[in-house]
């Protein structure tokens, strides 16, 4: 029996991850200079100047030959024109050949900024999307993909979900295993959305129905990828229901869009065909594809290095640390990962407010854009931009007291050059001059229960934990 055709699959999924890679590289291109610029909180240069003695292959980057602002510019810049292409069909191959060069030279020199699981993902499907492209400047209803590349795309799509649910048990964490996961999640994920208030909202045994269902689509579901068809169709509806949800109710840039879309093979071109029969348009089937026994061959070797390959930065999960090696080999270029999404469970929302004083006596907040500050804000959409310094903060109290080097500069920025970093905030309380002292108040964040929110208006409630030492512009520069 003659495996289904995805040539129209693949057409798709082709224009959505030129529209995913747009998303990724605009969202670069207007934090780009803050983040790594001469002037930014991690500046590329110096980070390029301190690996030079490793060599290009420890960290293959463009960014070698310049790490000016205008490079990292000019790159977001292309990444985006290149995008375009991609969405457009012109030399499909090439454009995504440049796109994963771009990309991994980002992530190469964005050190803690472009270090999540999704920029490794789009690297990832990026590459394995290569067995699928058709050739050609402007391919014209090219061929159906080889079935061994469309083999390699569910295996990703596969790999994605099925590590992410063992990483969930692996780990030990109890909130899995007692399905209470998700009574904590949508009030301590990185950036929630308003959305994500009223999901809190919900009973504690609907919040371990979501936990159970989450563990059915990536431990049971998953495997099935390769099912029949109708099968297939429950498969992807209940990934699509699981990453809507996740978008509904909290913001990782382009993450959830990027799943669904390679989720998209686990359909075939007759589940497309029904949809364009409903909308009075019938779809052209895909001319059917004659591989050569050459190509065949090749593409089977492949496939049968890179299966088992694809497996070792998984391995440490199951305490096998023989392949260390090969694993810090596979990470120079981020196209073959291990993915364990929400394995540990945070339980308590910790953050960060900096306050800034003129006199030492009164003190004023800064107000970051999209993470949770003023608790009568709203939880903002945002995604699928990523506000990196947002994101980051997240993760800057789970291991202690804050010791980042990016924050540091931070705070010496505002106690300098406030303008560098004035982007980052929604409201700038020192607008004259910078303020003659700086510190740093933490918070526990919780969502308010819906009698609270009624009677306050309020989002959030928060509990004041502490404050750090106020540090004058030359105690901030001093730090390490």
Known sequence: MAAPSRGRVRDVYLRLLGVIFLAAFLSLLVQVRLLLGREGLLPAATYVDAIRRLGFFAAPTVFWLDASDRALVGAAVAGAILSFGLILNVAPRWCLVALWALYVSFVNVGQEFLSFQWDNLLLEAAFFTLF???????????????????????????????????????????????????????????????????????????????????????????????????????????????????????????????????????????????????????????????????????????????????????????????????????????????????????????????????????????????????????????????????????????????RALYFNRLLERLSTTPATVAPLFARDPFPETPPRLIRVAFYRYRFTDAATRRATRAWWSRELLGYSRPLAAGDVRGRP
């Open 132 to 402: 699928v492209t058709p050739r050609g400047f402007r391919p014209n209803r090219p061929p159906e993909p080889h079935p061994i590349g469309v083999f390699l795309m569910l295996w990703l799509v596969f790999r994605m979900n099925f590590e992410s649910g063992a990483a969930k048990l692996l780990t030990g964490d109890p909130t899995w295993r007692n399905l209470t996961a998700m009574v904590s999640y949508y009030e301590t994920a990185p950036l929630p959305t308003w959305v994500g208030w009223y999901a809190h909202q919900a009973p504690v045994w609907a919040q371990r129905v979501s936990a159970g269902y989450t563990l059915l689509v990536e431990l049971v579901l998953a495997p099935l990828v390769w099912g029949p068809a109708r099968v297939r169709r429950i498969v992807f509806a209940a990934i699509a229901a699981m990453q809507a949800m996740i978008v509904l109710t909290s913001n990782y840039g382009f993450f959830n869009y990027l799943t669904l879309a390679l989720a998209l093979f686990v359909l075939d071109d007759r589940d497309f065909g029904r949809i364009t029969a409903r909308l009075g348009r019938p779809l052209l089937p895909a001319p059917p594809h004659v591989p050569s026994r050459a190509r065949t061959v090749l593409l089977g070797a492949v496939a049968a290095i890179l299966v088992p390959v694809s497996v070792i930065p998984f391995l440490p999960f199951f305490r096998v640390s023989r392949f260390a090696r090969a694993e810090r080999a596979l990470d120079t270029v981020r196209s073959i990962n291990a993915y364990h999404l929400f394995a540990h469970m945070t339980l308590v929302r910790k953050e960060v407010v900096i306050e800034g004083s003129a006199d030492g006596e009164s003190w004023e907040p800064y107000e970051f854009r999209f993470k949770p500050g003023d608790p009568s804000r709203p939880p903002p959409f945002v995604a699928p931009h990523q506000p990196r310094v947002d994101f980051q903060l997240w993760f800057l109290l789970l291991g202690g007291p804050p």
